[in-house]
């Protein structure tokens, strides 16, 4: 492991939400010391976090993210990547190229998540996008859409926050008072708080689709009646593909290094995980 990033749901699994017991750590990249292909020896990699079976009916589909025997790097049943080293499938890995630095690749997991959106949905070109949220993800997916020729309209409680996509072309709302209703036939949802669905249901307009990010433990209480009447899509999104996200990376479009809160050495891992708990840390990264 050469740089590993702290993400919510390793603060999560940490507060015992999915019964998580091992190594956490999904965000990485690192050097290959070993490997079958010795093409891959020394090579800087990222790599998927799904383990898939790799012969069942989605794996074949090249949709092994949805796997039912998968484990996750991380996060089930397989040893994540806050250690010196770790282990995955060689098929997982991709070459990081040389003209991405180690602390931007590190971001190559996230925003493939942010990335997947394009591969769920259809949206028609220079349609106005509503993204709820300032906290990481939604950061990467404003850049993300913004980049690909959206018009986002991004909303967001924190102006530090909201300076980072800003910085990389995004128009940004802030937090007006009361928000536009029936506003926008795009809205994706990824404020990380239960109120964001609600929020999300009352922008979008009728037909509109919206995108869900957040990943909220328990049970979110949202009115089902406006989503029927308005005959609303909801999509749920994950991870997603690395391959885009690298492209992305490996041009410079996307401003992750603000993102960066702080570097800690793995040594130092309790004091970097005190910190990204800390309300308004961003990224804190381990070395
Ligand atoms: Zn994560
Ligand atoms: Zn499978």
Known sequence: MLCAGICNTDLELQRGYYGFAGTPGHEFVGEVVDADDR??????????????????????RSLGRHCPDRTVLGIVSHPGAFQEFLTLPERNLHIVPDS????????????????EILEQVQIPCSSHVAVLGDGKLGLLIAQVLNVYGFRIHQFGRHPDKLRISEKAGVRTEGAPATLPTSAFDWVVEAT???????????????????????????????????????????????????????????????NVQDMISDRKKLADAPQAFEQAARKGTMKVLLT
Do not use: Y
């Open 39 to 60: 093409m891959l020896i020394g090579r800087r990699v990222v790599g998927e976090i799904n383990l898939n079976c790799g012969s069942c009916e989605w794996c074949t």
């Open 100 to 115: 991405i630095p180690t602390d931007s690749a590190v971001f190559t997991e996230p925003l493939a998540a942010a990335c």
């Open 192 to 254: 990380g708080s239960a109120d964001g669905l609600k929020q999300a249901v009352q922008m979008v307009r009728p037909r509109g689709t919206v995108i869900l990010k957040s990943t909220q433990h328990g049970l979110v209480g949202v009115d089902t009646a406006p989503v029927i009447v308005n005959e609303v899509t909801l999509v749920g999104s994950r991870c997603g593909r690395f391959e885009p996200a690298l492209d992305l990376l490996s041009r410079g479009l996307i």
